[in-house]
């Protein structure tokens, strides 16, 4: 679920397109990959982001997150939404494991609303602003080959990594 810090981060970017529309973000685990209802924008962006088991306290980073925004501007009503799922992972230590949330630390999540934004801008005003060259912040040790077992984009078909 997307917490406070999301939904503030995103109104404030919002607020600085001025716009006039009023937008929402929500959380949609049911949205998925170039399966948008008529009239919603697409994007989808690979993120860093930290996790953790839930069975074992294993942590473990990836810097390949699928997050896919699925957004609406409704001219009409004066409103915009935009929906955003993430894709998770399982823990390779556990058998049994649960797929776990990803934790995408704030400076990250700035980094891709920032994008997103940027998104907004293309896709429903038709406004090409041009993409800044803003990097996700990597830290840790990100260990071995991408495991497609543990990878629930591999398990939706969507997942780009072959290794």
Known sequence: MLNQEWISIFQSKICDLNK????????????????QAAGWQQYIRKAFAWFSCTMCRNTWASAQVPVVFHMQL??????????????????RKC?????????????????????????????CYNENTGEKNRSF??????????????????F???CQRTT
């Not at 400076?107 to 998104?119: A, C, F, I, Q, Y």
Request: hydrophobic share 30%; charged share 35%; aromatic share 8%.
């Open 74 to 91: 409704n001219q009409a009503q004066g409103q915009g939404t935009v929906k955003v799922r993430w894709y998770k992972q399982k823990c």
């Open 95 to 123: 058998q049994n494991a649960n797929f776990e949330e990803p934790q995408i630390k704030r400076d990250n999540v700035e980094v891709l609303l920032d994008k997103l934004m940027e998104k907004i801008l293309s896709k």
């Open 137 to 154: 912040y990597v830290e840790g040790e990100r260990e071995g080959p991408h495991e497609k077992a543990h990878c629930e984009a591999c």
């Open 20 to 35: 006039g529309h009023r937008w929402w973000i929500e959380f949609d685990n049911s949205i998925e990959v170039d399966q």
């Open 156 to 158: 939706k078909g969507i």
